[in-house]
C-alpha cells in the first residue's frame, strides 16, 4: 500500500513539476504536420494532466491555410483552455472551456465549405471543426470574412475589470454585411457561451446599423454558435421592409420608411414576433408574425392590422411611385362651380403624379418588376386588415382586408375585401411566377359603389348620384401590373342604377363637360339616369364592347368601343335615340378617346360618313342582366334596369361602329 501510494505521489509530482516547455518543440513540430500549417507555442507552457487536461500558454500562433486572407486564425498574448482526452482517440477535438488575453483571430469561410477553423488538412471537414464549450476574451479583435453572405467584419472586444458587472464584455464591429456598411457596437456577459447543451441564458445588449436598416435589441441568447435559443425586446427601423431580404432573407413587401419594436423569440429554427408594435410611413401597424426555418424553404406566418393606414403608404406595395407631399390648394368655398380651366389643372396635376408610376411616360398603371427570386425564397401565410384607410386622392378607399398565401412561388390574395367608396370590392387575385413570364388570374365583385365618393379629390360632386356594381374575371401573363392587364383575356361588366352625372365631374375624368352635357340633355349641367350598363370582352388586352347602354330621362343612348389596356388608350362611340321627336334627334355621336392619363371627348366628326347597324342581343348582356338585382335604383319611382337592358336588346337600332382596333392602340 506505501508503495501505491508513493508511486501516486512522484505521478503527481512530475506531472507537477514537469519541464514541459522541453516539449515545445516537439508539440509545435507535430502539432503542424498533423494540421498543415505553422503551430507554435511562442514562450512558455504548463499542462495539468487529466481526462480533462488543462493546458496554458504564454504566446500562442496558429496560422490560417493559405488561401486565406489573414495571416493567422489565432494570435495571443496568453492562452488557457481544457481539453478532453478521450474524444481525442476518434479525432475529435473538444474544448469545454477557453480563455484568451488579447486575442486576434482570422476567421473565414467559403462558399465551397472551407473554414479556416477546421483543425484538419482537410478545410472542408466539418468533423475537424473543435466542439467549444465557453470562452472568456479579454482585450483583442476577430476578423470575418464570409464571401457567400458579402461579409467582411472587424469585431473588437474588451473586458471590464470591475466586479458585479452584469455585461463586462464590451464589443464594436465594422465592415461590411450582405455589401451593405455595417456597424454594431454593445456588451454581453464575460462568458461565452457556445455549447450546444448549454441553457444557461448569456445576457446581450446590441445596437447595430446594416446599410440604412438599424436595430437595437437587448436580451439573452443560450448557444452562440447556432443561437439556439433567443428572447429579447427589439426597436427595428430602416427605409424599406423589403430591404430585410438581402440582410437576413426574409421576404416582405417594400413599403416606406418604418419604426417597429416588439418582444423576440427563437427556439431552435422558429423565430416569433409578439407584441409588435409600430409605424410604417403615416401608418400605424401592430400584430405577431412567425418565421419557421425548420423546412427547405422558410415559412412566414403571422396576423397584422392597422388601426389608420395612409393610402400613399399602399404604393410602393403595388409597384407605384408615391406621390410627393405636395397638397393641391383646396377649391375657396365660395366657388362652387369648377370652370374649365381649373378643372383642366386638376387633371393635369393628376397626370403628373400618375406619370411618376414605373418607367413609362405618360402612363397610368405600374411597371415596377416582379422579384420572381424573392417570391420563390420564402412561404407564407399572412392575414392583414387596415380599419380606416386615409388621404385617399385617386381611389376611395376606405377600409380593406387580405390573406396572402405564397406557396412554392404561387402568390394567392384571397379572400380580398376592400371598402371603397362606400360600396365593396371582394374577390382574389393569383399570381403564378413559376411560369415565365408570370400568370395571373383575378376574380373581383363589385358591389354599391357611390358615384359622388369615387373621384376624392372633386370636392363639388354631391350632383353625382348612383351606385356603380360590377364583376371582372380576368387572366393574364406578365412580370408586373402593367404587363399583366396588357394580356389580359376574361369578361368586364359594370352596371349603374338611378342616378345622376355632375358636369364638374365629367370634367376632372377628362372630358369637355360642356360637349358631354350638351350631348346628353340640352345642356343641363347634370345627366339624369335611369341606368347605365356596360359589358365587355377582354382579349389580349384589348376589351371589345359587347354592350353599352345608358338610359337617361329622355334617351337611350347606345355605344361601342374597345379600351386597350396595353396602351392605356381608349376609343368609345355613343350614339343617343332620343324617346321623343325633338332638337335632341339632330345631335351627332360623341366619340370618347385619348389616354388613361389625358381622355377627351367631343362630338364624332365622321357621323355622316357612314352608319353599320349592330343588334344587340340578348346573350352579349346576360352578365349585366345578373348584376341588375344588385343595384339599388334610389328613392322615387323603382327603375327596372332589366327590363332596359332585355328593351335594348330587343332593339335594331344602328350605332356608330368605332374606329379600328389599331387607332384605339396607337
Known amino acids: 500500500m506505501i508503495g501505491l501510494v508513493t508511486l501516486a505521489v512522484v505521478l503527481v509530482a512530475l506531472a507537477v513539476f514537469f519541464p ?129 453572405q458579402a461579409a467582411n467584419l472587424n469585431v473588437e472586444f474588451s473586458l471590464a475589470q470591475e466586479t458585479g458587472n452584469e ?136 396576423k397584422l392590422q392597422s388601426k389608420i393606414m395612409d393610402f400613399e403608404d399602399l404604393a410602393p406595395v403595388i409597384g407605384m411611385v408615391p406621390a410627393n407631399n405636395a397638397k393641391p390648394a383646396a377649391t375657396p368655398a365660395a366657388k362652387p362651380a369648377v370652370n374649365a380651366a381649373s378643372a383642366k389643372a386638376a387633371r393635369s396635376e393628376a397626370a403628373k403624379k400618375n406619370s411618376q408610376i414605373g418607367t413609362a411616360p405618360g402612363k397610368v398603371l405600374p411597371r415596377t418588376p416582379i422579384d420572381v427570386a424573392k417570391i420563390k425564397a420564402m412561404n407564407a401565410d399572412v392575414t392583414y386588415s387596415a380599419a380606416d384607410i386615409r388621404h385617399v386622392k385617386e381611389l376611395p378607399l376606405d377600409k380593406g382586408s387580405v390573406h396572402v398565401k405564397l406557396n412554392a ?47 376624392p379629390a372633386v370636392e363639388n360632386t354631391k350632383t353625382g348620384l348612383g351606385k356603380l356594381s360590377g364583376q371582372f374575371d380576368l387572366k393574364g401573363r406578365g412580370n408586373s401590373v402593367a404587363q399583366m392587364l396588357g394580356s389580359a383575356s376574361g369578361d368586364v361588366a359594370v352596371l349603374m342604377g338611378k342616378g345622376e352625372i355632375s358636369n364638374i365631374l365629367l370634367e376632372f375624368m ?63 362611340l355613343l350614339k343617343p335615340q332620343p324617346k321623343d321627336m325633338s332638337i335632341l334627334s339632330l345631335r351627332s355621336p360623341l366619340r370618347i378617346g385619348g389616354t388613361f392619363a389625358d381622355m377627351s371627348a367631343g362630338p364624332e366628326k365622321s357621323a355622316l360618313a357612314g352608319r353599320v347597324g349592330a343588334a344587340l342581343v340578348l346573350a352579349a348582356i346576360n352578365p349585366l342582366l345578373a348584376l341588375a338585382a344588385t343595384v339599388e335604383t334610389g328613392p322615387g319611382e323603382d327603375t327596372n334596369c332589366g327590363a332596359v337592358l332585355k328593351q335594348a336588346a330587343k332593339s335594331n337600332a344602328s350605332t356608330m ?9 396607337k
Not at 417 to 444: C, E, H, N, Q
Not at 540 to 563: E, H, N, P, Y
Not at 657 to 665: E, V
Request: with cysteine; net charge neutral.
Open 657 to 665: 361602329a368605332p374606329r379600328a382596333a389599331g387607332t384605339a392602340n
Open 510 to 572: 377628362g372630358l369637355d363637360g360642356g360637349e358631354v352635357i350638351k350631348f346628353l340633355l340640352r345642356g343641363d349641367r347634370t345627366v339624369q339616369l335611369r341606368c347605365a350598363a356596360a359589358a365587355f370582352d377582354v382579349k389580349q388586352g384589348l376589351m371589345s364592347s359587347r354592350a353599352i347602354v345608358l338610359d337617361t330621362s329622355d334617351t337611350v343612348i347606345t355605344g361601342q368601343g374597345q379600351v386597350s389596356l396595353a396602351n392605356e388608350t381608349l376609343d368609345i
Open 167 to 302: 455585461l463586462p464584455l464590451s464589443y464594436k464591429a465594422s465592415g461590411k454585411w450582405k455589401n451593405e456598411a455595417f456597424t454594431a457596437n454593445g456588451r454581453t456577459g464575460g462568458v461565452l457561451e457556445f455549447s450546444k447543451d448549454t441553457q444557461a441564458a448569456f445576457p446581450m445588449e446590441v445596437n447595430a446599423v446594416a446599410g440604412k436598416t438599424s436595430l437595437k435589441a437587448q436580451g439573452s441568447i443560450a448557444n452562440l454558435a447556432e443561437l439556439g435559443s433567443i428572447d429579447a425586446t427589439f426597436d427595428l427601423q430602416g427605409q424599406n421592409l423589403d430591404d430585410l431580404y438581402n440582410l437576413l432573407g426574409v421576404v416582405l413587401p417594400s413599403t416606406p420608411a418604418y419604426k417597429l419594436r416588439g418582444k423576440l423569440e427563437k427556439q431552435q429554427r422558429l423565430w416569433k414576433i409578439t407584441q409588435m408594435q409600430g409605424v410604417l410611413g403615416k401608418s400605424d401597424l401592430s400584430g405577431a408574425l412567425n418565421f419557421d426555418q425548420s423546412a427547405a424553404v422558410p415559412l412566414l406566418t403571422g
Open 409 to 455: 412561388g404561387v402568390l394567392q390574395l384571397e379572400p380580398i375585401s376592400l371598402g371603397v367608396a362606400g360600396g365593396s370590392v371582394a374577390g382574389s387575385i393569383r399570381v403564378d411566377s413559376t411560369m415565365s413570364p408570370a400568370a395571373f388570374s383575378t376574380k373581383l365583385d363589385i358591389r354599391a359603389l357611390q358615384l359622388n365618393q369615387l373621384f
Open 20 to 148: 514541459w516547455d522541453v516539449l515545445r518543440g516537439p508539440i509545435n513540430r507535430y502539432v503542424s504536420e498533423q494540421l498543415g500549417r505553422r503551430f507554435e507555442i511562442t514562450k512558455h507552457l504548463s499542462v495539468k494532466p487529466g481526462f480533462t487536461t488543462n493546458v496554458r500558454v504564454q504566446g500562442i500562433e496558429i496560422a490560417n491555410p493559405e488561401w486565406a486572407h489573414e495571416p493567422y486564425l489565432l494570435k495571443a498574448t496568453e492562452a488557457e483552455f481544457d481539453i478532453k482526452l478521450l474524444p481525442l482517440i476518434t479525432g475529435k477535438v473538444v474544448l469545454p472551456r477557453i480563455k484568451l488575453t488579447e486575442p486576434n483571430a482570422g476567421l473565414q469561410i467559403e462558399p465551397d465549405g472551407r473554414r479556416t477553423w477546421a483543425l484538419s488538412r482537410d478545410t472542408s471537414d466539418t468533423g475537424a471543426v473543435p466542439e467549444i464549450g465557453t470562452v472568456i476574451v479579454d482585450h483583442g479583435n476577430v476578423n470575418y470574412l464570409a464571401r457567400a
